[in-house]
């Protein structure tokens, strides 16, 4: 059993978690994830670490609620506990100095971005973070990427804070004035894509970070098999970072919906109260 | 007593009626047919059948203990070498071990071993009443167990019955390894393995879950962290795919991965639990190994109104026991065999809707001695599906190999151990099951486990 220590509510639908897990908290690198179930009837399900505190012994990791398993994940409070906890999975970012790079997070993609630009300032990189929401209630942690950033710029699509835009925009802004020798992008699958389409042109390395459905983390199953230059890997020991300009994101998109009509089932069987038993969702 | 020639026939639930259930399909023996089919041993001098056995269970002196009704005695007898009974009584190839080699089966059918040692196994469940292992002083030594699948978990009882301190450590968050997450529940009750697994716990043996070697340590640093010696049993877990076009259409499954949502994660009893699972109204499942077999019976269970088996080769090549393929049949499974699927249709979605197939004809016997199939030009045709099982075997697991510095390997990735030892090139690092030989069978992994804990107990000993 692993203890929720803290929890914090971004927004309505955005939470954060301080989970006892001092193992990972150790070992773990920016870029990894871990798996967790809420309880015994529980799926597995992939987060992103977005934050490591190695003498608390802690992890945290910041979720929306969109389905079944994360709302059910939502309802937890400190002082509660996950069943399952297990991780750092995957490879880790690689970090060395680049010189001048830019780290992206859109939406809760700013806090996987997070220990990456982190730990690229630490290396001796020049960060430049662009951090991105829909609008300013969904924005968190401007003051911790300030803290790792040599400047932040922070966008919102309709304008209710910072500069109006898409972090796309911001990126473009940016690349006019300035050589960047690396970018790092991580937000919802049609961002990371709308990111890879502007840096092409623009000759800019970038790494995306995938989140597709998994079973074990592990290599075992195949379930987060993605396709990258023509290739498929599995996500989550091959990656999940990948280059961005060779990501088929319209696969990665599509395998990401395949189980809609079961999540609104599995949805369904949580208000009725029968938990499945009755038939009546079916 | 005049001799009975074939075995004592094992009841099972109806046809029926079972793929309409994920509970246990053979129901076992009751006490009167399992003393009359012990009754069938001749108790042989020298039991031919022993040496059929990987870990050396004292075929005729159980089953003598059975005849006399001393159905604890009988368990008793077996857990002195096989720490998982209950398991091997159910999913063991027999007819290609203890069971070939009966003397019994040469003018008749051999003694139902597998049967009897279930009955014993199964008898324990219900009353309780074996003997804990004999556990030797404690060494002081420290040995930790990677994987707890059947050799993990046998390597683990042995040494912590010769006195060491043992940890396994497992990536997923159930102990068992292809006992839990791969076999399905009708053909091996989760329930059971658990149990058998409570009873190596009683030996002292600690599990850790949730722990993936080669990601939070590696073997290395678990030498370096103090144990003494490790033992690798992290099994074939890599599916292979076919690499041809559409393979990762929604719909499109690894056997591991649909058999795992079903199995572990009890996808079957959606969603009251939460993984979901898909089989659609026809499946496809690409294969004809007991995998595949497991997966087509699985897809009828989930409610698929057809499943296939679909197999380049023909009915004699299939790899799958006789037993599980006559079950399949009895179910509805169908055949579509000498046919194999060159690509996978989906719609604008994604979602698969097809599979393009060639027909096949049996040419020329290859390397393995079996027919190699030569596809016929022109016989392409399309079959349509809502889901595909691909069942085309694993490889090693890559996390470990990958991790250890200086590891030996084979040239398809597995790890070099000696055959009679499990030690590997590093010293102080034993391995065996899956992972050394691909994928084969619980009793053989069971066997190499107990040949390792012998040779990690010398190595002790001597350092
Ligand atoms: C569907 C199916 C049906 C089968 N049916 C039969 C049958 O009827 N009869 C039979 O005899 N055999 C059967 N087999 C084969 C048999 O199950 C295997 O040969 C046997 O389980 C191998 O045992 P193992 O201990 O080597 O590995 P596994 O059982 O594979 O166990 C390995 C364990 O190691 C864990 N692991 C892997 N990597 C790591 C890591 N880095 N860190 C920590 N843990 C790790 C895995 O999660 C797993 O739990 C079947 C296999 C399958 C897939
Ligand atoms: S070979 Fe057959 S008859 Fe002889 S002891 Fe073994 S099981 Fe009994
Ligand atoms: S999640 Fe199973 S292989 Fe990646």
């Known amino acids: 059993m692993y203890k929720i220590v803290r929890k914090e509510d971004f927004s309505s639908v955005t939470k954060l ?26 799926e597995r399900i992939p987060l992103t670490i977005a934050d490591y505190n190695p003498e608390a012994g802690t992890i945290t990791t910041i979720f929306q609620e969109v389905g079944r398993t994360s709302k059910d994940l939502g309802k937890l409070e400190a002082g509660d506990y996950l069943v399952d906890v297990v991780g750092p999975l ?3 970012t690689e970090i060395e100095n680049y010189g001048r790079v830019i780290c992206v997070g859109g939406g809760v993609g700013v806090a996987p971005i997070y220990p990456i630009a982190k730990a690229l300032k630490e290396a001796g990189n020049e960060v430049i973070s662009i951090i991105g929401a829909r609008n300013k209630e969904l924005l968190f942690w401007e003051e911790k990427m300030a803290s790792v950033s040599d400047k932040l710029i922070v966008c919102t699509d309709d304008g209710s804070y910072g500069q109006k835009g898409f972090v796309t925009d911001a990126v473009k802004q940016v690349a006019d004035e300035m050589e960047i020798n690396k970018l790092w992008a991580i937000g919802p699958m049609p961002m990371m894509r709308a990111m890879a389409a502007t840096t092409k042109p623009l000759g800019i390395e ?5 989140n597709p459905i998994m079973v074990d983390g592990t290599g075992m199953c195949g379930a987060c098999r993605v396709s990258v230059g023509g290739e498929t890997k599995f996500a989550c ?43 009546c969702h079916k | 007593m005049s001799q009975v020639k074939i075995k004592h026939e ?29 009754n069938r041993c001749l108790n042989c001098k020298k039991p031919k059948c022993m040496e059929g056995c990987p870990v050396e269970v004292p075929i005729p002196e159980f089953i003598s203990l059975i005849k006399e009704g001393d159905f604890k005695g009988a368990i008793n007898k077996i857990k002195t070498k096989n720490s998982l009974p209950a398991v091997c009584g159910r999913v063991c190839p027999q007819e290609s071990q203890c069971e070939k080699h009966c003397i019994v089966g040469i003018k008749g059918e051999p003694v139902g071993i597998g049967r009897l040692e279930r009955y014993a196994a199964d008898y324990e469940l219900q009353h309780g009443g074996a003997k804990p292992g004999q556990k030797q002083q404690s060494t002081g030594k420290k040995v ?11 390597a683990a009882g042995d040494l912590a019955k010769m006195g060491h301190q043992v940890t396994v450590f497992e990536a997923l968050h159930v102990a068992g390894g292809v006992l839990m997450y791969g076999i399905p529940e009708f053909r091996l009750p989760k329930d059971i393995v658990q149990t058998e697994i409570e009873k190596i716990k009683e030996l002292g043996v600690e599990i850790k879950t949730n722990y993936v070697i080669g990601q939070l340590d590696s073997v290395d640093e678990l030498l370096e962290e103090g144990y003494d010696a490790v033992f690798i049993g992290t099994g074939a877990g890599l599916p292979y795919f076919m690499n041809i076009p559409g393979e990762n259409l929604n719909g499109v499954y690894s056997a591991n991965e649909f058999l795992t949502r079903t199995n572990l994660m009890k996808a079957y009893q959606f969603p009251n639990y939460v993984t979901p699972v898909k089989a659609g109204e026809r499946v496809a499942v690409i294969g004809a190994g007991n995998v ?4 087509a019976r699985t897809a009828l269970r989930l409610g698929a109104k057809e499943s296939y088996i679909v197999y380049r080769r023909s009915e004699k090549e299939m790899p799958a026991r006789r037993e599980e ?12 065999l000498l046919t194999s699927p060159t690509e996978f249709n989906g719609d604008e979605n994604g979602n698969l809707t097809s599979m393009t197939c060639i027909k096949y004809e049996l040419g020329e016997p290859d390397a393995s001695g079996r027919c190699r199939p030569v596809p016929i030009e022109g016989s392409q045709y399309e079959m349509k599906v809502d889901n595909v099982v691909l069942a085309l075997g694993q490889g090693p697991n890559p996390l470990v190999p990958r991790t250890t510095e200086g590891l030996e390997l084979t040239k398809r990735g597995n790890i070099a151990a000696n055959e009679e030892t499990g030690a590997t090139n590093k010293p102080g690092v034993f391995a065996g099951g899956d992972i050394v030989t691909g994928a084969a069978t619980v009793i053989l992994a069971m066997g190499a486990g107990k040949k390792a804990a012998r040779a990690i107990d010398d190595y002790l000993n001597n350092k």
């Open chain 2, 10 to 38: 094992m009841p099972l639930q109806d046809a029926g009626e079972r793929i309409k259930n994920f509970t246990e399909v053979a129901l076992g023996y009751n006490e009167e047919t399992a003393v009359a089919e012990a």
């Open chain 1, 206 to 210: 970038t790494i995306v970070s995938l």
């Open chain 1, 90 to 92: 995957g490879e880790s």
């Open chain 1, 237 to 279: 020991v091959d990656g999940p970072e990948f280059d961005g300009h060779q990501v088929d994101f319209d696969l990665a998109m599509r395998r990401l919906a395949y189980y809609k009509d079961e999540e609104k089932r599995a949805e369904a069987a949580t208000t009725c109260g029968c938990g499945g038993g009755c038939g």
């Open chain 2, 144 to 154: 930790a167990v990677v994987g707890s699948g059947p050799a993990g978990l046998t």
């Open chain 1, 17 to 42: 978690f301080e989970v006892e897990a001092p193992k990972i908290a150790a070992k773990g690198k920016a870029g990894q994830f871990f798996i967790l179930r809420v309880d015994e009837k529980g």
């Open chain 2, 292 to 295: 595949a077999m497991d997966s």
């Open chain 2, 325 to 336: 393929i006559e079950h399949a049949e009895e179910e509805g499974v169908k055949f579509a």
